[in-house]
């Protein structure tokens, strides 16, 4: 049960170990944007049908343009991009790897389980000179680390050299669009990996994408065979990156749930140690007891096993949840300290 529950998401764990209904609940275990659009209307007839090409076309125009990425790189459609992340090990030869630590965990898995001999490190200068496949989360899970871009694009221009590949993880990217490189997909040594869930709050969705050159995401969607992504999810996420009103709106409610969440933190005395527009990090003394007082009071968040002093916390939906928050945060912590 406790391993269940150090993973983001996880409230029917947090249910059979609590008690209450999931209504009773304030779930900031993710980096989801809690307050999604309205899903657009799409056409009934894309429930019974396999999805076409040109809905596969116009979920990449898209994409391109939402993402920023230039005519010369290929996309590849996948059914999120945890799908990615399990399929890409397997795309080159098991052999010498590195990924950033601390980061999202799936990636250093996904890499192990396909063979690849994994190191891991701390900074850009820390990287072995003999991977050949390097992960790159920016912005970072859980601690929120950005990094140069051009250190980020001479690391893959590095690994093209050397028949590598560099593979960075944006998911954090579209609420900070200036954070990102897939303006530079399509060079080689680059894979851009893009979510969609988090930004547009509709994980459920399962849509994500690989930027980079055309050879390789052809062989991406190769692996994955035809119709990987279902009609009505490639009509939906189209609909909304075609909609730049919407996108716009989007970023700024986000911003304004940052804002309330870093409120509600600072009024319980804590200051977040790192985050993105989307989650914060906090630094206690113990996480995990944090963690329990809060979710005893039905508020959900992120420990990590491998820092006990952390706890990241997704943001609030509105002010009322900030005081919920702020509330629950002041008695956990006293109850802490006696």
Request: hydrophobic share 50%; charged share 20%; with cysteine.
């Amino acid at each position: 049960m406790r391993e269940a529950l150090h993973h983001g998401g996880a409230l029917d764990a947090a249910l059979a170990r609590y008690g209450g209904a999931r209504a009773d609940w304030l779930d900031l275990s993710t980096g989801i944007n809690p307050a999604p659009p309205p899903v657009p209307e799409i056409d009934p007839a894309l429930w019974a049908r396999l999805p076409e090409r040109a809905l596969e076309e116009r979920a990449r125009r898209a994409l391109r343009r939402f993402a920023g990425a230039g005519e010369g790189a290929g996309i590849a459609l996948a059914p999120g991009t945890q799908a990615l992340i399990a399929l890409l090990p397997h795309l080159l030869p098991p052999g010498p790897a590195a990924v950033l630590c601390p980061s999202y965990e799936e990636h250093g898995r996904a890499l192990a389980q396909a063979g690849h001999a994994v190191a891991r490190f701390a900074d850009l200068s820390d990287i072995p000179p003999e991977a050949r496949l390097v992960t790159l989360v920016s912005p970072n899970n859980p601690d929120g680390r950005r990094f140069e871009r051009s250190a980020v694009l001479a690391l893959a221009d590095r690994l093209a050299a050397q028949g590598g590949l560099l593979v960075l993880d944006e998911a954090f990217a579209d609420a900070e669009p200036g954070t990102s490189l897939a303006a530079e997909a399509g060079r080689p040594g680059l894979l851009v990996l893009r979510s969609f869930g988090k930004f547009f709050g509709l994980a459920g969705l399962r849509f994500g994408a690989a930027l980079g050159e055309p050879a390789l995401t052809a062989r991406i969607e190769a692996r994955f065979g035809p119709w990987a992504v279902s009609g009505p999810a490639l009509a939906i996420a189209s609909a909304l990156m075609e909609d730049v009103a919407g996108i716009e709106a989007l970023r700024e409610g986000i911003g304004q749930r940052a804002e309330w969440t870093r409120q509600a933190l600072a009024a319980a005395g804590l200051e977040p140690v790192g985050g993105t527009a989307l989650f914060s990090l906090v630094s206690v003394p113990d996480a995990f007891g944090l963690f329990d007082g809060l979710a005893r009071r039905h508020v959900l968040t992120r420990p990590f096993a491998y820092r006990p002093d952390w706890l990241r916390l997704g943001t609030v939906r509105n002010a009322h949840e900030a005081e919920r928050l702020t509330a629950a945060l002041r008695a956990a912590l006293a109850e802490a300290t006696g």
